[in-house]
C-alpha cells in the first residue's frame, strides 16, 4: 500500500540524516555486465524470455566535478604531468624560475554559453488558454505580464537555464517579503547550495531540502512541503529541529530543474582534443622556430638601407644566398584536432561560428544560416520539452504570489479569486538569427492582410518602444482635434469669398 505525502514528510522529519540522501550525477559504466536477455541469445518469434532488472554500476561525477570542468584553469590537463608542457625560463644568473605551462580551452564554457541562448534568447510567450476570456481576465492577463516584466522572471527563468547546464540541477525558490511583495531567487550549487529532492512512491515532489552553511558555518537543513518550511540545524549534536512556518502557497514554492550538463556527452572528446593541443604546441616551439639560413662570403661591414641589413657577396663563385628555413608542419595532428574540433560540435549540439566564417560577399539565404545552425535549434527544441514543467510552475507560483501581493497592497481586493480564474500557457521560444528588416516587413504584410491584429503588429515590432500602442492612441486623438480645427478654417474662407 503506498504512503500518504503526510508519512512520507514525517518520516523524512524524524530522521533528518534521510534528508540528505539523493540521487547522484553519473557519467559512464565502471564495468560491463549483462543480464539474461544478453545480446546474442537466440529466440523464435513468439517466445518469452525472463526479465531481469538493471545491474548496470555507473561512475559518479560529483557537482564539484562540474566547477572544475568550467574553470579552464582546473581542468584536468593542467596537472596531468604525462602531457608535454611549453617551459618557460626567466632569466636570472641561475635560469633558477622555471615555469611549465599547459595550455586549457574553455569548450564547457563556450558550450553552455551558446545551448543558454538558443533556448533563452527570446521573450516568454504567454497565452490564454480560454477561448473567449471575459474582460475582467484579459484585464488581470495583462496585468499578470507586466508584472512578471517588472520582477525580471525572464531572467530568473534564463539564469535558471544557465545554472541547470552548468551544475546539473537548480532551484528557483519564490517568497515573500517583508512588505509582502513576491520575490524570486536562484538556489545553485556553485553559492553553497545542495538541492535534495525527495518523491513519493510515484514519483511524484513531495518535499524540497536545501542543504547549505551559514556565515558561522553551522549547516542547515531548509525543507518545503505543500504548507510548511521547516528549519534543521546541526550545532554539534546533530539536526535538530529549529523552526516551522507557514510559507503562503498551495504547493512547495520551489521550481527546480535537473538534468546533464551542455556538454556531457563530450567531455572526454574535449579532454583528448586538450591534450593533443598540448602535444601540438611543444612540437612547434621546440621545432617550429626556424632559421636563416646564409650562404657566401660577406664583408664584416655591412650597410644598412632603408633599415634592413644589406649583405653583399664577395666569393668568386657569387653563389651566396640567404632564406628563412621553415619547419614542417605535423599535418596529421592538425588534422586530428579539426576532426576532434566537429566531434564536439556534433555530440553538444553546439554550433560555433566566427567572424571567418561567414562570407561578407554574396547572397546568404535565411534557410542557409538555419542549416548552418541545425545543431543548436535542434537541440534547443529537444530542451523545450525538457523545460516545460518548469516554467510552467514558476507561471503557477508567480501568479499565485502576485494575485497576493495584489491583495495587500489593495490594489486588487479580489485579485485571489480572480486569479485562480486566469488559466495561463507560457513557452519558451527557440532563438536563432534572423534579419529585423525582414521581420518586419512580414509584420506588415500580415498586419495588412488581416491575419494578425495591429496590436501584435506592434508588440512584435523589434523597434517598437514599449509604451508604442499609447504614442498611436494619442496621435490619433491630436489628429481628430485638429480636423474640425482645420474644417472652421475652410469654411471662413468660403464665406469671405460670397
Same mark, same amino acid.
Given at each position: 500500500?503506498a504512503?500518504s505525502?503526510? !508519512? $512520507?514528510?514525517?518520516s523524512?522529519?524524524?530522521?533528518?540524516e534521510?534528508l540528505?540522501l539523493?540521487?547522484?550525477?553519473t557519467?559512464?559504466?565502471?564495468?560491463?555486465?549483462s543480464?539474461d536477455?544478453?545480446?546474442?541469445?537466440n529466440?523464435?518469434i513468439?517466445k /518469452?524470455?525472463?526479465?531481469?532488472?538493471p545491474?548496470?554500476?555507473f561512475k559518479?561525477i560529483p557537482?564539484?566535478?562540474f566547477?572544475? #570542468?568550467?574553470?579552464p584553469?582546473s581542468?584536468?590537463?593542467m596537472f596531468?604531468q604525462?602531457?608535454p608542457s611549453?617551459?618557460?625560463?626567466l632569466r !636570472?644568473d641561475t635560469?633558477?624560475?622555471?615555469?611549465f605551462?599547459h595550455?586549457?580551452l574553455?569548450f564547457? =564554457?563556450? $558550450?553552455?554559453?551558446k545551448?543558454?541562448?538558443?533556448?533563452?534568447?527570446n521573450?516568454r510567450?504567454?497565452?490564454?488558454?480560454?477561448?473567449?476570456p471575459?474582460e475582467?481576465q484579459s484585464?488581470?492577463?495583462l496585468r499578470?505580464?507586466?508584472?512578471?516584466?517588472m520582477?525580471n522572471q525572464d531572467?530568473?527563468?534564463?539564469?535558471?537555464v544557465?545554472?541547470q547546464?552548468g551544475?546539473?540541477?537548480?532551484?528557483l525558490l519564490y517568497?515573500f517579503?517583508t512588505?509582502g511583495?513576491?520575490?524570486s531567487?536562484?538556489?545553485s550549487y556553485d553559492?553553497?547550495?545542495?538541492?535534495i529532492p525527495?518523491n513519493?512512491?510515484?514519483g511524484?515532489?513531495?518535499?524540497e531540502? %536545501?542543504y547549505y /552553511?551559514d556565515?558561522?558555518g553551522i549547516?542547515h537543513i531548509?525543507s518545503?512541503?505543500?504548507?510548511?518550511?521547516?528549519?534543521?540545524?546541526?550545532?554539534?549534536?546533530g539536526?535538530?529541529?529549529i523552526?516551522k &512556518?507557514?510559507?503562503g502557497f498551495?504547493?512547495?514554492p520551489?521550481?527546480? /530543474?535537473?538534468g546533464?550538463? =551542455?556538454w556531457?556527452?563530450?567531455?572526454n572528446?574535449?579532454?583528448?582534443? #586538450?591534450i593533443?593541443?598540448?602535444?601540438?604546441?611543444?612540437?612547434?616551439k621546440?621545432?617550429?622556430w626556424?632559421i636563416l639560413?646564409v650562404r657566401g662570403k660577406?664583408k664584416d661591414d655591412?650597410?644598412?638601407i632603408?633599415?634592413?641589413?644589406?649583405?653583399n657577396? &664577395?666569393s668568386?663563385d657569387?653563389?651566396?644566398?640567404a632564406?628563412?628555413? =621553415?619547419?614542417? &608542419?605535423?599535418?596529421?595532428?592538425?588534422n &586530428?584536432l579539426?576532426?576532434?574540433?566537429d566531434?564536439?560540435?556534433i555530440?553538444?549540439?553546439t554550433?560555433?561560428?566566427?567572424?571567418?566564417?561567414v562570407k561578407a560577399?554574396?547572397?546568404?539565404?535565411?534557410?542557409?544560416i538555419?542549416l548552418?545552425q541545425?545543431?543548436?535549434?535542434?537541440?534547443?527544441?529537444?530542451?523545450l520539452s525538457?523545460?516545460q514543467?518548469?516554467?510552467?510552475k514558476?507561471?503557477?507560483l508567480?501568479?499565485?504570489?502576485?494575485?497576493?501581493?495584489l491583495?495587500n497592497s489593495?490594489?486588487?481586493k479580489n485579485?485571489?479569486t480572480e486569479?485562480?480564474?486566469l488559466h495561463?500557457s507560457?513557452k519558451f521560444?527557440v532563438?536563432r538569427?534572423?534579419?529585423?528588416t #525582414?521581420y518586419?516587413?512580414?509584420?506588415?504584410s500580415m498586419?495588412n492582410?488581416g491575419?494578425?491584429?495591429?496590436?501584435?503588429a506592434?508588440?512584435?515590432?523589434?523597434?517598437?518602444?514599449?509604451? #508604442?500602442l499609447?504614442? %498611436?492612441q494619442k496621435?490619433?486623438q491630436?489628429q481628430?482635434?485638429?480636423?474640425?480645427?482645420a474644417?472652421?478654417?475652410?469654411?471662413n474662407?468660403?464665406?469671405?469669398?460670397?
Amino acid at each position: 500500500m503506498a504512503r500518504s505525502r503526510e !508519512d $512520507i514528510v514525517n518520516s523524512l522529519l524524524a530522521n533528518p540524516e534521510g534528508l540528505l540522501l539523493k540521487k547522484p550525477f553519473t557519467r559512464g559504466s565502471s564495468s560491463y555486465s549483462s543480464d539474461d536477455m544478453a545480446e546474442g541469445d537466440n529466440a523464435v518469434i513468439g517466445k /518469452k524470455v525472463k526479465v531481469s532488472l538493471p545491474d548496470i554500476d555507473f561512475k559518479v561525477i560529483p557537482q564539484s566535478k562540474f566547477l572544475k #570542468e568550467l574553470d579552464p584553469e582546473s581542468h584536468e590537463v593542467m596537472f596531468d604531468q604525462n602531457v608535454p608542457s611549453i617551459c618557460v625560463k626567466l632569466r !636570472d644568473d641561475t635560469y633558477s624560475d622555471i615555469k611549465f605551462k599547459h595550455i586549457a580551452l574553455p569548450f564547457q =564554457a563556450r $558550450i553552455r554559453e551558446k545551448q543558454t541562448l538558443s533556448l533563452c534568447g527570446n521573450p516568454r510567450l504567454f497565452s490564454m488558454l480560454d477561448k473567449e476570456p471575459t474582460e475582467t481576465q484579459s484585464k488581470n492577463f495583462l496585468r499578470f505580464k507586466q508584472g512578471w516584466t517588472m520582477r525580471n522572471q525572464d531572467g530568473k527563468t534564463n539564469q535558471a537555464v544557465f545554472k541547470q547546464k552548468g551544475l546539473g540541477d537548480v532551484g528557483l525558490l519564490y517568497y515573500f517579503d517583508t512588505a509582502g511583495r513576491i520575490k524570486s531567487r536562484i538556489i545553485s550549487y556553485d553559492d553553497g547550495y545542495v538541492l535534495i529532492p525527495h518523491n513519493d512512491d510515484n514519483g511524484d515532489r513531495v518535499l524540497e531540502c %536545501i542543504y547549505y /552553511k551559514d556565515s558561522d558555518g553551522i549547516e542547515h537543513i531548509d525543507s518545503y512541503d505543500d504548507t510548511y518550511m521547516y528549519r534543521m540545524a546541526n550545532t554539534g549534536d546533530g539536526f535538530r529541529l529549529i523552526s516551522k &512556518t507557514t510559507h503562503g502557497f498551495s504547493e512547495i514554492p520551489m521550481a527546480t /530543474k535537473r538534468g546533464d550538463v =551542455a556538454w556531457n556527452g563530450v567531455q572526454n572528446i574535449i579532454e583528448a582534443y #586538450e591534450i593533443l593541443y598540448n602535444i601540438f604546441l611543444v612540437i612547434q616551439k621546440r621545432h617550429g622556430w626556424g632559421i636563416l639560413y646564409v650562404r657566401g662570403k660577406f664583408k664584416d661591414d655591412a650597410k644598412r638601407i632603408a633599415g634592413s641589413i644589406i649583405l653583399n657577396d &664577395t666569393s668568386i663563385d657569387g653563389k651566396g644566398s640567404a632564406e628563412f628555413k =621553415a619547419p614542417p &608542419t605535423p599535418e596529421g595532428i592538425l588534422n &586530428t584536432l579539426e576532426s576532434l574540433y566537429d566531434l564536439i560540435q556534433i555530440g553538444s549540439s553546439t554550433t560555433f561560428l566566427l567572424p571567418k566564417d561567414v562570407k561578407a560577399n554574396g547572397d546568404v539565404s535565411g534557410l542557409a544560416i538555419m542549416l548552418t545552425q541545425s545543431l543548436d535549434l535542434e537541440g534547443a527544441n529537444k530542451s523545450l520539452s525538457d523545460w516545460q514543467n518548469f516554467l510552467d510552475k514558476c507561471v503557477r507560483l508567480f501568479k499565485e504570489g502576485f494575485a497576493k501581493e495584489l491583495v495587500n497592497s489593495g490594489e486588487n481586493k479580489n485579485a485571489i479569486t480572480e486569479f485562480q480564474d486566469l488559466h495561463i500557457s507560457a513557452k519558451f521560444k527557440v532563438w536563432r538569427p534572423f534579419s529585423e528588416t #525582414e521581420y518586419n516587413n512580414m509584420l506588415c504584410s500580415m498586419k495588412n492582410s488581416g491575419i494578425i491584429s495591429e496590436v501584435t503588429a506592434i508588440e512584435k515590432n523589434t523597434i517598437a518602444e514599449a509604451d #508604442e500602442l499609447m504614442r %498611436i492612441q494619442k496621435q490619433k486623438q491630436d489628429q481628430a482635434q485638429q480636423e474640425p480645427a482645420a474644417q472652421v478654417d475652410v469654411n471662413n474662407g468660403l464665406d469671405n469669398q460670397v
